[in-house]
């Protein structure tokens, strides 16, 4: 669980989605019979519309913002998280749950949370602080099974058969989305349902650089083992940048957010500090 010291830090910021309604106009608003409070001010970001800057601040400032405007109802985060044999190297299952547990903390105080794993376990929809302890127990004990469905299907079977309205919120997969199949599948099935989806890609150093001098592999959801070459370590080497640059595009083309974890063998403290510092890159959090 994160330490009180991240929490404490956590507590200043809140989860940005594009289910925070934008809408122009100072007064109140409604849409969809849903009324809307101004929420927040955020610099400008590539893609937002122009009709929602505030033009009043640059003005002022020279600045660039949009005006955010926030519906009454709760914004609901689902995060989805990797629970596959592969998650073992290299720490990425500890650093996933991390993650998971640090975006939980600052979901819970305003909206709605529920945690579902690859095997198709799910927590408890989950709103308010006092049930963060149960939202972690179950990240935590979370395990890594000895099969699980592919990051493909597994996706795919969260946004067809998960028990929520289209359209409700924010989704987060946590995973090294190994799979040899294409992801558009389950990227398709995403937009299907009208998730706000973020992929955050959890990578070993090893899966990246493994030591050229090491002339066996192992394949982790297997067992099966493989002498190889030097030039083969090298040859796999660049297939997986090739992998990371494909799913990567793919995700990006379908109008998702992405973003390239490396898990790492550190104490609690770098571990949180790291993943904390990653997440503001993506935008998931923002200042209250």
Known sequence: ?????????????A????????FSGERMATEAGQSVEFHDFRPYQKGDELRYVDWKVYARTGKVYTRLYQAERNIALYLV???SPSMSIGHKAKFARIVAEMISYVAQKDSLSQVYLFNGDFSRAAHGRS??????????????????PSPVNAIKEFALNSKFPAGAGLALIISDLFDEKSLRPALTALKARGLDASFLQIMAEEDIHPEEDRLELID???????????DEVRAYKQAVHKFLARTRSSIMQAKFKHLLLISSDEDLDLLERKAFYELLKTSILTKR
């Open 1 to 13: 669980m994160i330490s009180p010291r991240m929490r404490l830090v956590l507590d200043r910021y």
């Open 15 to 22: 989860l940005a989605s594009k289910a925070l309604s934008r």
């Open 81 to 83: 998280l990797d629970t």
């Open 131 to 148: 049930k963060i302890a149960d939202t972690w127990s179950f990240i935590e004990a979370a395990p890594l099974a000895a099969a699980e």
């Open 220 to 230: 982790i959801e297997t067992n099966n083992s493989l002498r190889v070459s030097i």
